[in-house]
């Protein structure tokens, strides 16, 4: 009698480990799942341009003073198409797009910002003047520069503007 209930306790004892064991490989395996996903999505997303959102951000948040083509109104907000794309292809001027106050201070996230520059750029400016090439604005680009505070905006785009004149002068 003894034999038998030890033999069943240990039956027993043995089907516990083993359900213990599948309990274990099932949850570290889960575990890991968990830990693979959340680092998966905790990972940078690499910026991707939405024309949708550049649109409608560029229509909310810009347009008021910039006028649907980007023109502005010829007195206190300068027509973007100027100078252009050829303020994108220096760094100070890249910078200057993105930290003017109507961009650095608008409601929108960096993200946000990005697609509605990207918008002046491909929409407004480069499909006017498809034989010049550019790089379009990302997240990390505008997030570095947004807090750049600008003491002279005016001055600062003459400054740009002279660099870009030299440039266009020494070609
Ligand atoms: C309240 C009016 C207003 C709004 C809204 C506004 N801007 Fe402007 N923007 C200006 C003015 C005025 C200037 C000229 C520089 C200055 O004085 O800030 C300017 C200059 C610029 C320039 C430089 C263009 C050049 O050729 O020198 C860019 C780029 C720009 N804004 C982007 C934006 C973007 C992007 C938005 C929307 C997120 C926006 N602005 C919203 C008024 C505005």
Redesign the pocket.
């Known amino acids: 009698m003894n034999y038998v209930k030890m033999r069943l306790t240990k039956l027993a004892q043995s089907k516990f480990l083993a359900a213990l064991r599948v309990l274990c490989c099932v949850g570290i395996s889960a575990l890991g799942i968990i830990m693979f996903v959340s680092s998966v999505s905790m990972a940078a997303e690499p910026y991707v341009y939405n024309q949708d959102a550049g649109r409608v ?2 229509m909310l ?2 347009q ?3 006028k649907a083509n980007g023109e ?1 109104d010829g007195v ?5 198409s ?3 794309l050829a ?1 994108l292809s220096i760094e100070q001027g890249r910078r ?2 993105i930290s ?4 650095s201070l ?1 409601p ?1 996230s960096d993200q946000g ?1 990005a697609d ?2 990207n918008y ?1 750029a491909i929409e407004l400016l480069h499909s006017a003047k498809r034989d010049q090439t550019f790089q379009q604005f990302d997240t990390s680009e505008v997030a570095r520069h947004r807090g750049y505070k600008m003491k002279d ?2 001055g600062e ?1 003459e400054h740009i503007v002279k660099q870009i004149e030299q440039q266009t002068s020494a070609h």
Do not use: D, T
């Open positions: 951000n560029y948040q810009c008021g003073c910039h502005g206190g907000v300068p027509s973007m100027e100078h252009g303020m200057f797009f003017v106050p109507g961009s608008s929108l910002l509605a520059l002046i905006v005016a785009r």
